[in-house]
C-alpha cells in the first residue's frame, strides 16, 4: 500500500496469490508501476484513488477476481485533469469472482488516459468510465460479455454531467452473445451524452436483442456523431 506518497516506481516486480487487492495507491502523485505481472489475485490488480500523474505501463494482469485496475484521479469540480495514464497493459480473464461490474479497467474523475491496451476475456464488461475528459484510445478489446445481458464492453452512464470524454481508434472484436434484451460494444446508458465516438472497428459486437442495441447504444441521451466507424460482420448497426 502506497499512501500520501510520490515519486516512486515499482519495476519488473510479480505480484501473486493474494486474497485482496495486489496493491493500493492512495493520495499519490507520479507513482509508476512498469513492466510488472499480476496474477491469481481474488480482487483487483490495482487500486488507484486521489491519484495525480500516475503510470501503469507494459504490465501484464489475469486471473483477477474483482477486476484488473481501477483509477481515479483529477477533481470534477474544478475540471482539474489528473493525468493519469494505463499503456501497453494487458488484462485478461479479470473477473473471475465477481461475474458483473468487475472492468479489465474502470477511469473515474477528470483527464485520464487508456492507451495501446489489450483487454479480453469476460462475461460482463470490460471498460467502466465515469467522469470527465478522459481518453480511451488505440485498445483492443476482446471477448467480453460472453454471459451477461443488457450490456456493453465499454459502459458509461445515468450522469449527463459527465462530459467530453473521446472513445477514439479502438478495434473491438468478438462483443455479446445472444440473451435476449441485447448488448452492444459501446453503451451510453440513461440519459448519458457528451462524448466523441470516432475511428473505431467493430468486428462481430453486439446482439441487437429485444432491445434494438447498436455497436454503439444511447439510452435516453442524444447520441454521439458516426464519425469514421467501421463495422464488419454485425448484426443491425
Not at 493525468?83 to 477511469?107: G, K, P
Not at 460494444?185 to 441487437?208: H, K, L, S
Not at 454503439?216 to 464519425?227: I, K, M, N, S, T
Amino acid at each position: 500500500k502506497v499512501e500520501k506518497a510520490h515519486d516512486l516506481v515499482f519495476r519488473g516486480i510479480g505480484f501473486e496469490t493474494c486474497f485482496g487487492d495486489a496493491a493500493k495507491v492512495v493520495d499519490a502523485a507520479r507513482v509508476a508501476f512498469e513492466r510488472c505481472a499480476f496474477t491469481n489475485i481474488r480482487g483487483k490488480a490495482l487500486y488507484m484513488d486521489r491519484c495525480a500523474d500516475c503510470r501503469v505501463t507494459t504490465c501484464d494482469i489475469s486471473h483477477t477476481g474483482t477486476g484488473g485496475i481501477a483509477l481515479n484521479g483529477g477533481d470534477r469540480k474544478t475540471l482539474t485533469p489528473g493525468h493519469n495514464v494505463v499503456e501497453d497493459t494487458v488484462v485478461r480473464d479479470f473477473s473471475e469472482h465477481c461475474l458483473t461490474y468487475a472492468s479489465a479497467v474502470h477511469i473515474g474523475g477528470v483527464g485520464n488516459v487508456v492507451r495501446h491496451c489489450e483487454l479480453s476475456g469476460a462475461p460482463h464488461m470490460a471498460v467502466g468510465v465515469y467522469g470527465n475528459d478522459h481518453v480511451f484510445e488505440y485498445n483492443v478489446v476482446s471477448n467480453v460479455c460472453m454471459c451477461s445481458d443488457d450490456a456493453a464492453a465499454f459502459y458509461k452512464g445515468r450522469n449527463p454531467s459527465c462530459r467530453g470524454n473521446v472513445i477514439r481508434h479502438n478495434f473491438w472484436c468478438e462483443i455479446g452473445s445472444p440473451r435476449g434484451h441485447g448488448n452492444a460494444a459501446i453503451y451510453f446508458d440513461d440519459g448519458d451524452c457528451g462524448d466523441t465516438v470516432c475511428g473505431n472497428v467493430f468486428y462481430r459486437c453486439g446482439e441487437p436483442g429485444f432491445g434494438g442495441f447498436g455497436r454503439v447504444d444511447c439510452h435516453g441521451g442524444p447520441p454521439p456523431p458516426a464519425d469514421n466507424w467501421t463495422r464488419v460482420d454485425c448484426r443491425p448497426p
